[in-house]
């Protein structure tokens, strides 16, 4: 079954630190990845994606991914946080079956990100 | 501000209510989508319509019944619901199906 998993509810990082989010998928096929960010009493907002190339995927405020294949995972990174990046953030696989839910995307649960001052 | 409109915002209705949940885009996308969000799951894929018609039903209780009269609108309608159905109703828009996901805000649903 495609799915994805964020195995951690909460990260905790200090302002000005490294951050990362993790994130591992399983699909059948080459993986479509999607980053989102949830803002309180906000929909979600699309950060970035992975379809095909470069392994490092750049995408909105200072954020990025990197594919890895063997690892089967797309972790979520900024080299330096931000007070504001405080948020719940969504990592999502398109589902490559056949069939009506082709296309669709699978979310994981999300992971709550706190940055400190 | 993300193009798709959701209301209301909050809404909190009895088990016996019927009441209507509504989304709207102008953003000119074809695929429409109703997701529902409770607390430390993942998101819950409802109901996609894609050029008007309804591709997806993710095993939803009837009590439940989406509505998409044009590419540019989508309807919830709730009927009968449980406590168990409170969370928060996402409705979200793509240019075609698996795209980019434009969301709206929510409605905050408490049924009481």
């Known amino acids: 079954a495609q799915s994805v998993a964020q195995p951690e509810d909460q990260v905790n990082v200090a302002e000005g630190n490294p951050l990362t989010v993790k994130c591992t998928y399983s699909?059948?096929?080459?993986?479509?990845l999607f980053w989102y960010v949830q803002y309180p009493n906000r929909g979600l907002q699309f950060l970035l994606k992975y379809i095909t190339g470069d392994n490092l995927v750049k995408g909105s405020y200072g954020f990025e991914a990197e594919f890895n294949k063997s690892q089967t995972s797309f972790h979520l990174k900024k080299p330096s946080a931000l007070v504001s990046d405080s948020a719940l953030y969504f990592c999502a696989v398109r589902d490559t079956n056949y069939g009506g839910s082709q296309g669709n995307l699978i979310f994981g649960k999300g992971t709550k990100l706190s940055v400190k001052p | 501000e993300t193009g798709v409109t959701q209301t209301p915002r909050h809404l909190v209705m009895g088990m016996t209510n019927k009441k209507s949940l509504k989304c709207e885009q102008h953003l000119g996308h074809n695929a429409m989508y109703w997701y529902k969000q409770s607390a430390k799951k993942p998101l819950e894929l409802m109901f996609v319509y894609n050029f008007k018609e309804q591709t997806e039903n993710n095993s939803v209780p009837s009590r439940f019944s989406p509505e998409c009269p044009n590419s540019s609108h989508l309807f919830l309608h709730l009927h009968t619901l449980q406590p168990e159905d409170s969370a928060l109703y996402l409705c979200a828009s793509s240019q075609r199906l698996g795209e980019k996901l434009f969301f709206g805000s929510g409605t905050q649903l408490s049924v009481l």
């Open positions: 699909v059948s096929g080459n993986p479509y």
